[in-house]
C-alpha cells in the first residue's frame, strides 16, 4: 500500500489583506498553515481571520496558529512573504521561519524585489516570485474585504535549484497549492517579464490613485484620464521592450478593458497613503526607470508621476 504523501506546512510572513487572504484559502483547503504577525497579533489570536468575498462568501478560519515572532514558528516547507516592498529586516525573520531548503514565495509589487533579498538569505533557500491579481484589503485587524479576482502567478528566481527541470517541478508544486485551494495558478517561465507585465497595471492605477485620490471607477469613467492610462501603460510596454522583454501586443488592452468591467477599487498604494505608510516607490517606479534608462530608454510620463509621488510620499507623515 502507497503511503500518502504529507501535505507541506505553509507559513505566512506579513499577515495583511494579501498574507491574510491566501492563508486563510489554504488552510480551508486542509493546509497547516502558520500566520506570522505584528500589530494585530492579540486581535487574530483571539477572533481569528474573516475573508468578506464577493467571489467566495463570507469565510473564517478561528482558531488561527498565530505567532508575534518567527522564532516560535514551527520550520515551514514554504513561506509566503506577503510584507511591503518597504519593510525592512525580513531576511531573518525567513530564516528562523524556514525548515531546511524551504521554498519561500516573495508576494510583493514592483521589479527586481527578488534581487535585494536574495543577497540576504541563506542560499540554501529557494526563492520564487508571485504576482497576485486580485482586488484586496484590509476593513481592520483580521477582517479582510476582496471584491475581484485572485489568481497567484508563479516563477523561480534564485537558489539551489540549478536545472531547468527542478526548478520547473518547484514552480509547478507552487502553483499546486494554490490550486488545490481553488485559487487559478500558472507557472511563469520568465519571472522578470511577468513582474514587467504587472507593472502594466500597477504603474498607471496606484500612482494615479494617489495623486488625484480617485479610485479605478472614476479614472476610467473620464477621457483625460483614460488617455493619460493608457500612455503609461505604453511607456511601461516601451520600457519592458529596451530591457529585452517583449510584452505581447494586446496585453495592455486586455489590463484596460478588465479594470472597466471590475468593480470600483482602490489600489494598494491609496490604503498605504491613507494610513500613512511608506509608499512602494522604490520597487514600483524608481527601479523600472533606472532599468529603462540603463537600457537608453526614457519614459517621461512615469518619471513626471514618480516625482510628484516622491513629494506627496515625503509630505505624508
Known amino acids: 500500500m502507497m503511503q500518502a504523501v504529507a501535505k507541506p506546512r505553509i507559513g505566512i510572513i506579513g499577515t495583511g489583506a494579501i498574507g491574510g487572504f491566501y492563508g486563510l484559502m489554504l488552510a480551508r483547503a486542509g493546509f497547516d498553515v502558520h500566520f506570522l504577525l505584528r500589530s494585530?497579533?492579540?486581535?487574530?489570536?483571539?477572533?481569528?481571520?474573516?475573508?468578506?468575498?464577493?467571489?467566495?462568501?463570507?469565510l473564517s478560519l478561528n482558531p488561527v496558529q498565530a505567532y508575534s515572532a518567527a522564532e516560535d514558528m514551527p520550520p515551514c516547507d514554504w513561506l509566503l512573504v506577503a510584507a511591503k516592498s518597504t519593510s525592512s529586516g525580513l531576511a531573518p525573520v525567513i530564516a528562523k521561519a524556514a525548515a531546511p531548503g524551504a521554498k519561500v514565495l516573495l508576494l510583493q509589487n514592483g521589479l527586481d524585489v527578488e534581487d535585494s533579498l536574495r543577497?540576504?538569505?541563506?542560499?540554501?533557500?529557494?526563492?520564487?516570485?508571485?504576482?497576485?491579481?486580485?482586488?484586496?484589503?484590509?476593513?481592520?485587524?483580521?477582517?479582510?474585504?476582496?471584491q475581484a479576482l485572485g489568481?497567484?502567478?508563479v516563477g523561480y528566481h534564485s537558489g539551489p535549484a540549478h536545472d531547468e527541470a527542478t526548478r520547473m517541478a518547484i514552480v509547478e508544486e507552487g502553483a499546486g497549492l494554490f490550486r488545490s485551494a481553488?485559487?487559478?495558478?500558472?507557472a511563469m517561465p520568465n519571472l522578470h517579464q511577468a513582474r514587467w507585465q504587472k507593472l502594466v497595471w500597477n504603474i498607471p492605477y496606484n500612482?494615479?490613485?494617489?495623486?488625484?485620490?480617485?479610485?479605478?471607477?472614476?479614472?476610467?469613467?473620464?477621457?483625460?484620464?483614460?488617455?493619460?492610462?493608457?500612455?503609461?501603460m505604453a511607456e511601461v510596454v516601451q520600457g519592458a521592450k529596451a530591457c529585452g522583454h517583449d510584452i505581447a501586443p494586446g496585453y495592455a488592452d486586455f489590463l484596460f478593458n478588465m479594470t472597466d468591467k471590475m468593480p470600483d477599487y482602490w489600489p494598494s498604494m491609496h490604503h498605504d497613503l491613507l494610513h500613512k505608510r511608506p509608499l512602494e516607490l522604490d520597487a514600483i517606479y524608481a527601479r523600472p526607470l533606472a532599468a529603462a534608462k540603463?537600457?537608453?530608454?526614457?519614459?517621461?510620463?512615469?518619471?513626471a508621476l514618480y516625482r510628484a509621488l516622491v513629494f506627496i510620499d515625503r509630505r505624508n507623515v
Open 207 to 232: 500612482g494615479l490613485s494617489v495623486l488625484l485620490g480617485a479610485s479605478t471607477a472614476p479614472l476610467m469613467a473620464d477621457a483625460d484620464s483614460r488617455a493619460l492610462i493608457q500612455a503609461l
Open 119 to 146: 543577497e540576504v538569505l541563506p542560499d540554501s533557500l529557494h526563492l520564487l516570485g508571485g504576482l497576485c491579481l486580485i482586488c484586496v484589503h484590509r476593513e481592520g485587524p483580521g477582517v479582510i474585504t476582496h
Open 151 to 153: 489568481a497567484v502567478n
Open 40 to 58: 494585530e497579533f492579540s486581535a487574530v489570536a483571539a477572533q481569528g481571520l474573516q475573508v468578506n468575498s464577493a467571489v467566495h462568501g463570507a
Open 294 to 303: 540603463a537600457a537608453g530608454c526614457e519614459l517621461p510620463r512615469i518619471e
Open 182 to 186: 481553488g485559487i487559478d495558478s500558472q
